[in-house]
């Protein structure tokens, strides 16, 4: 069993970016491990969690939103 490490998670206020996915508006954005961004809206935020908990290295949730890779 391979132990996956916690990305750092900070809770900002309103987030300004869009979904990559979908182009909702964003509730969660991620600093990639390999250096890159994205940003997710809630729907997608959550049905991905366990693949972005996997490949972030910081989370920025927004203020209010709860996501379920917490
Ligand atoms: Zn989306």
Redesign the pocket.
Known sequence: MTTLLSPEIDTVGELTDR??????A?KLEVTLTSGGDLA??????NRMHAEIARVASKVRVEEGFVWAGK
Do not use: V
Not at 40 to 45: E, V
């Open positions: 979904c990559d996915r979908c182009g909702a964003a997710f809206c809630g729907h997608h935020a």
